[in-house]
T-cell receptor
Framework: AQSVSQHNHHVILSEAASLELGCNYS??????LFWYVQYPGQHLQLLLK??????LVKGIKGFEAEFIKSKFSFNLRKPSVQWSDTAEYFC?????????????FGKGTRLSVIA | GAVVSQHPSRVICKSGTSVKIECRSL??????MFWYRQFPKQSLMLMAT?????????EQGVEKDKFLINHASLTLSTLTVTSAHPEDSSFYIC???????????FGSGTRLTVV
């Protein structure tokens, strides 16, 4: 079974600071990797996903993530955060090439961006 | 893009009563729907996977007689919390997948409070 670890529970940054949120997964086979964002009072929105190909994935709102297979990692990055990036961020994984499988989520990282 | 409508967004019910939560895919056919439960400041925990026209597959520890899932059509899945207790109070989220390799779209969630 897959599992996902997000090491940072709460991250506080000033506007314009760079962001990196850690995500490590545990699974021996092919995986699909996702980052979702949940703004206060809103539903989960997909930021980016990796299925195959270029391990550096660019998503919406200036976010990117890099899949490093040897480290079982899929860290999320953004060079300069904005106040509007304040939200909960979830890393998720599912088994690749296996049809309709559910996503397994990490515990989430709360990002607070202060002026 | 794909939209999933989840209703109601909030519900308060008395202990012992039942509550039905609906999840509809508005512009696509969802062959598979997933139901998650999210506790405060925690991740989404998968409760069950439902495929249209067949019985749902429940995760270990989830009572299938308490959390009834019906996926009667390709656009509608329902979760009924039967004989609700205060400990069932939580945030319930559905997710629909379009096809085998389709993306996951999340509903906006239902906050259930049992008093």
């Amino acid at each position: 079974a897959q599992s996902v670890s997000q090491h940072n529970h709460h991250v506080i940054l000033s506007e314009a600071a760079s962001l990196e949120l850690g995500c490590n997964y545990s699974y021996g086979g092919t995986v699909n990797l996702f980052w979702y964002v949940q703004y206060p009072g809103q539903h989960l929105q997909l930021l980016l996903k990796y299925f195959s190909g270029d391990p550096l994935v660019k998503g919406i709102k200036g976010f990117e993530a890099e899949f490093i297979k040897s480290k079982f990692s899929f860290n999320l990055r953004k060079p300069s955060v904005q106040w509007s990036d304040t939200a909960e961020y979830f890393c998720a994984v599912n088994a690749g090439n296996s049809g309709n499988t559910p996503l397994v989520f990490g515990k989430g990282t709360r990002l607070s961006v202060i002026a | 893009g794909a939209v999933v409508s989840q209703h109601p967004s909030r519900v308060i019910c008395k202990s012992g009563t039942s509550v039905k939560i609906e999840c509809r895919s508005l512009d696509f056919q969802a062959t598979t729907m997933f139901w998650y439960r999210q506790f405060p400041k925690q991740s989404l925990m998968l409760m069950a996977t439902s495929n249209e026209g067949s019985k749902a597959t429940y995760e270990q520890g989830v009572e299938k007689d308490k959390f009834l899932i019906n996926h009667a059509s390709l656009t509608l899945s329902t979760l009924t919390v039967t004989s609700a207790h205060p400990e069932d109070s939580s945030f319930y989220i559905c997710s629909a997948q379009q096809g085998i390799s389709g993306g996951y779209t999340f509903g906006s969630g239902t906050r259930l409070t049992v008093v």
